[in-house]
Structure formats: C-alpha cells, structure tokens
C-alpha cells in the first residue's frame, strides 16, 4: 500500500470498509477523510472509528450540505491531536456553510 501511495496519479479512496481503514491509520497511512452524515437514526451499525484507533489530529477542510440534508466534512490530517475548547466560532443558530443555504 506504502508504494501504492507514492506513485504518482489519482487518490486512493476507501468505501466502506471500516477493517481496512483501521488498518491504513494504524500504518499513517490516511491523508483525508471525507465524512457523509445522513439524516436518519438506525441504532445500529459499525464504527468507522473503533477501539484501538490511533489518536490523530484533524483539521476541517470542507463543508457541505446537500439538498437532501446529507452532510458533507472533509478533514486533512494536522499530526497530534490537540485539546482544547470546542465552543463554536460562531452565533447560536447561524448554520451558515459552503454553499450558502
């Protein structure tokens, strides 16, 4: 996979196979991670991010929403994670993104 990725050409993408990611992040190997949230409750399902996950610092760099209510995060790797405040940057209920809806 390490040589994989340093060749030249398009992105590697990952769909829905929680294992593999696992494993990816185990070996740094994750650049990006574009996060979809659906707006429904299922109650069940696999963690994308399960026990043993690496700590790993994130930095958001995209939003979206879609027409249907799907929203759309794309985070880049940053190193460490840091703590903090994860108070908002913004007023109460301005819910303002990318494409301005």
């Known amino acids: 996979m390490v040589a994989l990725k340093d060749r030249p050409g398009q992105e590697i993408q990952v769909v829905g196979s929680g294992d593999l990611v696992q494993t990816l992040m185990r070996h740094d190997l994750v650049d990006e991670y574009r996060l ?16 043993g996950t690496q700590p790993a610092g994130l930095a958001i760099a995209g939003t979206a929403i879609s027409d249907t209510g799907v929203a759309m995060y794309t985070y ?6 840091t703590y903090g405040s994860f108070a908002p940057d913004r007023e109460p209920g301005d819910h303002r993104h990318q494409n301005g809806r």
């Open 76 to 81: 880049e790797r940053v190193g460490a994670p």
């Open 36 to 51: 979809w949230i659906f707006p429904v409750l299922l109650g069940s399902g696999k963690r994308l991010f399960a026990n």
